[in-house]
């Protein structure tokens, strides 16, 4: 006796398509005002000023070399001509990015709570994360079509694994003591998480939004297969036309944007120097071993 499981999700799948259409449209709309509202804002900007919001968050939060370096590497990406189809990846990740905090950084906060949700959660993150990414593209293009939309669905369900379970993680970890002061001090519990546990466990958070991020950045070049737009179009010219080069150059962009967003957002789980140390690094250490000395 076989039992094919193919044929049961083929089943499923269809009769979603055949009874649930006007809630598949409703969720295609708005995921695709928050996409293509973010798409349009990016790609209306010009390019250098662009190029000096990057650099002036590199220059922010990392420092004087990487602000230089985030020049330079950007610079490349318009001269290749680029910079068009970066901004649209950008802006599928951001808003992907942005809608698996939304589910993910609650149901990490409801795992935290009850070991019962972590025991029903835990096997699902485990097959979004174990699923190959092409799977995805399947019934997001069945249940959306093509373009940005289910582009952006496939990439939320690949990387909200991170943050959901670093989320978990970090309030879990939270020291005893801390906890206990808070109840000690009559925290209700939304305080004792708003204000002891969210802020403690936030290097851990950050981590999480940090791979959802890079995962996010994978996928969307992987979802240009099914009309997603951005980098991943060049990519997949390459592949097509067997040209290397066009696959390099498509390649190299995306290598320099996750440097970049890697960089920046790992910063945010950190504490930030002071500025003028960011700028002046050889003076903040030359003084740093005035004071030990």
Known sequence: MNFDIGDGVDAIVNYILDNFS????????????????????????PMIVGLAIFVALSLWRVGLGFAIFTAVALWLVDQMGLWPAMMETLSLVIASTIIAMLFGLPLGIAMAAKDSVASAVRPVLDLMQTMPAFVYLIPAAMFFGLGAVPGTIATVIFSMPPVVRLTNLGIRQVDVEFVEAGHAFGCTASQLLFKVQLPNALPSIMAGINQTIMLALSMVVIASMIGAGGIGNTVLTGIQRLDVGTGFEGGLAVVILAVVL????????????????TLFPVVARQKTKQANA
Do not use: H, M, N, Y
């Not at 695709?32 to 349009?40: H, R």
């Open 22 to 45: 006007p809630a598949l449209d409703a969720i295609a709309a708005a995921i695709g005002l928050v996409t293509g509202g973010i798409q349009d804002t990016l790609t209306a900007l």
């Open 262 to 277: 890697d960089r920046i957002t790992q910063s945010f789980g950190k504490e930030r120097p002071a500025f003028w140390r």
